[in-house]
């Protein structure tokens, strides 16, 4: 007599939807483009040098890639200084940020984020991966939780395995 045995996936019975923020992610290479190196002598901006620079400066370099525009030198920079290059590189670049890259990837996991349907989601169990190949911004998390549990019957972080409830819609109260 042969018994057969028959494995049950109760994780993909569950109905469960596992969603991946880092599918969210834009493509592309990220840059920083660190001020400091028009200061003069660290310290200080010309505005006749610095403009100069900005008129010669080959801004192709930055063709479809992500730029952080900042200043890691302890110095003073005058708000259109980054104004200016922010004019310059905009025909180039996909996207133009003030701040370092952690700052840029907060700001395209947003912009992202903004285009999301929020009708996939409308009554579904939602399991939000926690782990994954790429660092992902908390403020993606955050986001993505605030976004989604208008809709959703219920959010939960990790895999569909072992989850950490997160949000679970109240039942309407009944009429009566």
Not at 125 to 152: H, L, N, Q, Y
Request: glycine content about 4%.
């Amino acid at each position: 007599m042969e018994i057969q045995e028959t494995i049950v996936n109760k994780v993909a019975q569950s109905g469960l939807m596992t969603v991946d923020l880092a599918d969210f992610a834009s493509q592309g290479e990220r840059v920083v483009y660190d001020i400091k190196d028009n200061l003069f002598q660290g310290l200080i901006l010309r505005e006749k040098d610095f403009r100069e620079f900005v008129k010669t400066h080959d801004w192709h370099q930055y063709q479809d890639k992500y730029v952080a525009i900042t200043c890691t030198a302890d110095a003073i920079v005058p708000t259109w200084a980054y104004m200016l290059l922010a004019n310059r590189l905009e025909p180039y670049a996909a996207a133009v940020v003030f701040g370092d890259l952690a700052t840029l990837e907060t700001l395209l996991y947003e912009r992202a984020l903004e285009k999301l349907d929020l009708e996939k989601y409308r009554d579904q169990r939602v399991v939000v991966k926690g782990c994954g190949d790429i660092e992902i911004p908390e403020s993606a998390f955050v986001k993505f939780t605030a976004m989604v549990s208008k809709v959703a019957k219920s959010i939960m972080y990790g895999e569909p395995c072992s989850t950490v409830p997160v949000f679970k819609r109240k039942a309407a109260a009944a009429n009566g």
